[in-house]
């Protein structure tokens, strides 16, 4: 009764091909944007530092996957990898240049991200599947070791960890949780925003036909070399500037540990629960992966139950897991589903005909 | 000359190690067309169980003999991943069956996050050593040939000779036995297999069990060498290369990918090292395994991948 599309006549292409083409999504989602805009940042800062910053971070990061993974049907296991490179570039761009601004910075280290990706994306021409995500594989632990082993990118640190300190955007810093949130929270929704309309345009077609089956693609006219690569391109352009954030705003201080194998699977399993091919699904499953441990740390607590430290790691570990086949059993294609399931059944109720 | 045949040895007998590990991914992946991310986490299960019941067996029972214990505790650990297989097959997979690849290699995952967890909390997270009385001193083969010898572990040899008993065990077993001819025509036709009567459901939890019983060999050997502890779960990574570098579906491909890959990398480490700042052995398994796969997409032994439309 509420939330329906009755009444609401297209008399414009715009208006008929325009995102939210329902009146209430559009009052909801702006609604949540300036929820998000305005009242968030006066949350506590406990709460801006340890769960919505990393959760924004971690969603653009899953946003880009899933434009590799859920858009293009290109599996990736190197996505910490390009984290990685977008995160050491725009350190290295934001040290050796004096007055670079930061969010150049942050561009040109996605661009080397991009770079990257593009690289490890070739083998993708000719290699498919379980086997190209095995190979990229290639790509997480080379880089790894390279930002370990080469002085070159950690600008000769001693210690092997970076830093960086007295961040601004345009003469304004960005020190507070709140001011960190806000700049994340800028970006992630510009970068949304540009994936969606990507996907929604002439090249998010060709990635969709070419993971649906690649030979057919070919057959109608899409180039596979150009489909493949400028999905790696955009993908890890956006986690390399999803990387640079984790880097510059999240932790402020980093070592290769903080892209590991294990950020890849985190990255890929935020996919595979949000839902494969759906921009909302990064958000919905960078919101679970990264809710769920602090909810699992806190459940004891609540029955008045204290375990040791190792124990409630080591049970954390196999809820997780546990919980992740639960979900690919009940739900495989993920969250985002759920939602439009949801919605689907909203639009009937309360009167089912 | 030695030094050289040295580290080719050496690169055998790891690469003979890797092999061990890769043929747990090949026989999953043949029977059911599952990845199976989960061999590492099982070996690492497998080797926990193992380390743990030989020690509290011989306590529960109280007796001392060692080749007692580590009989049992190789009997009782081969009954819990038996037990792992069965529920793997129950809880997991017969649930997902025709889903997509990818969700299946996600579940593997799953089942690796509860593996590591399980394990872990069941039997402790310290370093434990399982110690089936593998003699630890080097021998010194060719003296006369070369000034020096080669200098070769006795525990290499072992596990080695072992991993060949193992992989002709499987390989009899694949070609000889009417079960092996199930597991054939399950892993060449789903459906085909079922519809001459092969139960779908017990294979599967066989072809888990016979991985089980790889990663527990594996992970004795491993863990009798590097000490029972979570890394072991990582070194199970490096088969990933191997797997691929074979073909997915081959079980001689997995034993020769493992032995390019084990000496690749040992003398890549000790030639190509010094060039590139030492500690390349982590990523130029890998790296070899993507140059090799843009020349041949289905690996050394794989079946030719064709399109259709």
């Known amino acids: 009764m509420l939330y329906r599309e009755n009444g609401q006549f297209k008399s414009s292409y715009r208006a008929d091909q325009q995102i939210f083409p329902i009146l209430q999504d559009r009052v909801a989602i702006l609604a949540l944007l300036v929820f998000a805009f305005v009242a968030m940042p006066f949350a506590s800062e406990y709460w801006l530092r340890a769960i919505v910053t990393p959760f924004l971070i971690l969603s653009l990061a899953a946003l880009g996957l899933n434009i590799l993974v859920g858009y293009c049907g290109q599996i990736s296991l190197g996505t910490g990898a390009f984290m990685a490179v977008g995160a050491y570039a725009a350190y290295n761009f934001h040290v050796r240049i004096d007055g670079m601004p930061l969010l150049a910075s942050l561009l040109l280290g996605g661009l080397c991200a991009t770079a990257v990706g593009v690289l490890f994306g070739i083998p993708s021409l000719r290699i498919k599947g379980l086997y190209l995500a095995v190979a990229t594989l290639a790509a997480q632990f080379f880089t790894d070791w390279a930002f370990l082993r080469i002085p070159f990118f950690t600008n000769n640190s001693t210690s092997g960890s970076v830093s960086v300190a007295g961040l601004q955007v345009f003469g304004l810093p960005v020190e507070t949780p709140a001011q960190k949130y806000l700049l994340c929270l800028t970006l992630v929704v510009v970068f949304a925003l540009l994936a969606k309309n990507l996907t929604r345009s002439a090249i998010g077609r060709e990635w969709m036909a070419m993971r649906d089956m690649d030979v057919a693609a070919a057959v109608i006219g899409i180039r596979p070399v150009y489909a493949k690569l400028t999905a790696f391109a955009v993908s890890s352009f956006i986690v390399g500037v999803a990387g640079a954030l984790w880097g510059f705003i999240h932790l402020g201080a980093w070592e290769p540990a903080a892209f590991s194998i294990d950020r890849s699977f985190q990255l890929l399993f935020m996919v595979i629960i949000g839902g494969l091919g759906s921009i909302m699904g990064s958000f919905f499953g960078a919101a679970f992966i990264v809710l769920l441990p602090i909810f699992l740390n806190q459940m004891p607590g609540w029955f008045g139950l204290s375990i040791s430290t190792a124990l409630a790691s080591h049970l954390e570990f196999m809820i997780f897991g546990a919980l992740i086949v639960f979900f690919l059993i009940v739900e495989p294609h993920g969250l985002a589903r759920l939602w439009s399931t949801f919605k689907e059944k909203l639009r009937l109720w309360p009167f089912p005909h | ?309």
């Open chain 2, 1 to 309: 000359m030695g030094f050289f045949l040295e580290t080719l040895l050496g690169g055998l007998m790891v690469g003979m190690l890797y092999s061990l590990i890769a043929l747990g991914f090949v026989l999953i992946y043949k029977a059911s067309g599952v990845f199976n991310f989960a061999q590492g986490a099982m070996v690492l299960f497998a080797a926990l169980a193992m380390a743990r019941f030989s020690e509290w067996i011989p306590h529960w029972l109280g007796f001392e003999s060692l080749l007692l214990a580590n009989l049992l505790a190789f009997i009782a650990a081969m009954a819990v991943m038996v037990l792992v297989a069965w529920l793997i097959e129950r809880l997991a997979l017969s649930k997902l069956v025709n889903q997509e690849h990818i969700t299946l290699l996600m579940a593997t995952l799953g089942i690796t996050y509860f593996l590591d967890g399980l394990g872990q909390t069941l039997f402790g997270n310290d370093i434990y050593k399982i110690d089936v009385g593998m003699p630890k001193d080097p021998v010194i083969l060719l003296e006369s040939t070369f000034e020096g010898g080669v200098l070769v572990s006795k525990e290499d040899m072992i596990a080695a000779l072992v991993a060949a008993a193992l992989v002709l065990v499987l390989s009899l077993f694949f070609q000889k036995t009417s079960t092996g001819r199930a597991l054939r025509a399950v892993a060449d036709d789903h459906q085909a297999a079922q519809s001459i009567g092969i139960p779908l459901n017990r294979i599967w939890v066989i072809v888990w069990s016979v991985a089980g019983f790889a990663a527990l060999v594996a992970g004795i050997i491993w863990g009798s060498k590097l000490g029972v502890q979570f890394s072991l779960s990582l070194v199970a990574l490096k088969a990933l290369p191997v797997v691929i570098l074979g073909g997915l579906t081959s079980v001689p491909g997995a034993i020769i990918g493992g032995l390019l890959i084990g000496v690749g990398e040992k003398l890549s480490e000790i030639y190509l090292g010094p060039l590139l700042g030492g500690g390349i052995e982590i990523w130029f398994a890998y790296v070899l395994a993507l140059v090799f796969l843009l020349v041949r997409p289905q690996g050394l032994f794989g079946e030719k991948i064709i399109d259709r439309v």
